[in-house]
């Protein structure tokens, strides 16, 4: 299984990124795919997660309203739209295969296959 994110950048507060995540060697309606970020000096948090067996999704209350994951027709692919960035959202963020999909806390637990990360910058 292997992940890849692209699309980070730098960006000012208020504007809008969208962050994919390119996958390979995976049946996505047997997996979950999830959305990671961490800031300097903080620790790996989970920030939206889509389920392969029913799309269904959740995402943080950091980041409700403002992102939303999704994924492709073809489901290889899955997304980021990041809108309304804050300085708060600069981080790297991951992309990966997460064992469960049904809250954000959930998602954190069991074994991940993770991408190499994409760095977001929001300035103010």
């Known amino acids: 299984v292997q992940l890849v994110e692209s699309g980070g950048g730098s960006v000012q507060s208020g504007g809008s990124l969208r962050l994919s995540c390119a996958t390979s060697?995976?049946?996505?309606?047997?997996?979950?795919l999830g959305w990671f970020r961490q800031a300097p000096q903080e620790e790996r948090e989970g920030i939206a997660c889509i389920s392969g067996l029913d799309n269904s999704t959740h995402h943080a209350d950091s980041v409700q309203g403002r992102f939303s994951i999704s994924s492709d027709n073809n489901k290889s692919d899955f997304y980021l739209q990041m809108n309304n960035l804050k300085p708060d959202d600069t981080a790297i963020y991951y992309c990966?295969?997460?064992?469960?999909?049904?809250?954000?806390?959930?998602?954190?637990?069991?074994?991940?296959?993770w991408g190499r990360g994409t760095q977001v910058t929001v300035s103010s």
């Open positions: 990966a295969t997460v064992p469960f999909c049904v809250s954000i806390t959930a998602m954190v637990y069991g074994d991940h296959n």
């Open positions: 060697g995976l049946t996505f309606q047997y997996w979950h």
